[in-house]
């Protein structure tokens, strides 16, 4: 085949991403629910994070001025975190802890270490600059300003940011609704006994965990045998549950191959055959107005097609904005014999080589050969019509950057 016949990864992208219509439907979710999900409006900060000036440490809030040639101080009071500060009286010092808030008139917090406690006071042995050891009101977020944007993806720290500005409940958008949908008469659920030229299905297993590492909720999850209607009828009813279904296999040039088809005829199919090894076959469409992607069914095939055009797609279609996977560009520890027009996506262990960082290629790149998928720790690029030699310098994506 022709590399014109092929759509080029990167234009695969754009088109899907082109394609995505985010989704609209939102709901409120109690904070400590809301990892994973999506934020669906701007979160702007409501008052000062922190509310107030605080100690950094534990130990004296002082004037600093009033250690001017004076290096003893009577202690005249205590604030402990969570209480109301009060004010320092002038020429005198107040016990005070890390996150307690600072008493009207000091301006400075010695720390305990830098003191020595006697029963007339303390003394001070370092001296004292204006401002040490304190935090500043809305030195973390200032009110007004924009906390988190829509559209963002709730990680742990933005779970403890929402909590920082007091935000108890999360308005998120809805979880994509995705149908998995795997083809082939051979395939047997695992569980059950494999009888002659059957195997079991493993991508339904490979596809339900990256949807949900990705945050979707599957709808529907079935095996779809390789007849035209069967097809037909199984894609319409996905349709009509799911905001996007994924399909593994069915999409090559082989008779048997009816997911491809029924695109076709329903008009819908817009792009198929990528410049990707592994997973050529890749289809995209939508039946009854629901958009379908069609994975190769290759076992390798289907996460790095799934990681490399899928996850892009995915993004939009949740509300996200566009997402540049940067990658690493670190030694490769391989070398490739014959260049290809479409570019490969090596399964590849990021590790050090005796001492020094390099990226290792599994030895079996073939696409049905899905231990090196658990082998590597991520993918290495091998950019169209190029080799690769030892020591060259290749781009890494880690499984966990292409999933975020
Ligand atoms: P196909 O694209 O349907 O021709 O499938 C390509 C190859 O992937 C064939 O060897 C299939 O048996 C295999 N395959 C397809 N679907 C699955 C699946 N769900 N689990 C494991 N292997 C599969
Ligand atoms: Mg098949």
Known sequence: MAASDLTSVDDAIRHLVSRARP?????????????DRILATDYQVPADVP????????????????LSGNTRL???GRVAAGHAPGSLEAGTAVRIFTGSEIPAGADSVIMQERVTVSDDGISVDAPVSEGQNIRRQGQDLARGELALAKGTRIRPQEMGLLGSIGIGKVEVFARLKVAILNTGDELVDPGQPLGPGQIYNSN?????????????????????????EDTRKTLKRAAAEADLIITSGGVSVGEEDHVRAVLEESVGLSLWKMAI???KPVAFGTIDDTPLLGLPGNPASVLVSFLV??????????????????????????????????????????????????INAYPNQSS?????????????????????????TVTYYSFAELLE
């Open 23 to 35: 989704v609209s439907d939102t709901e409120t979710v109690a904070l400590t629910q809301s990892l």
């Open 51 to 66: 509310p107030a000036d605080n100690s950094a440490v534990d130990g004296y809030a002082v004037r600093a001025g009033d």
């Open 74 to 76: 009577p202690v005249s």
């Open 204 to 228: 339904r297993y490979t596809m339900l965990g990256l949807l949900a590492k990705a945050g979707c909720d599957v709808v529907l999850c079935e095996t779809l045998a390789d007849t035209r």
């Open 277 to 279: 090894k592994p997973g």
């Open 309 to 358: 055009v899928g996850m892009p797609f995915i993004r939009a279609c949740q509300g996200r904005p566009p997402f540049m996977v940067y990658g690493e560009r670190v030694p490769a520890g391989f070398s490739t014999e014959k260049s290809s027009f479409r570019r490969e996506y090596v399964r590849a262990r990021k590790s050090l080589n005796n001492g020094t960082l390099a």
């Open 368 to 392: 049905g050969v899905l231990s090196s998928t658990c082998w590597a720790n991520g993918l290495a690029v091998i950019p169209e019509n190029q080799t690769v030699e030892q020591g060259d």
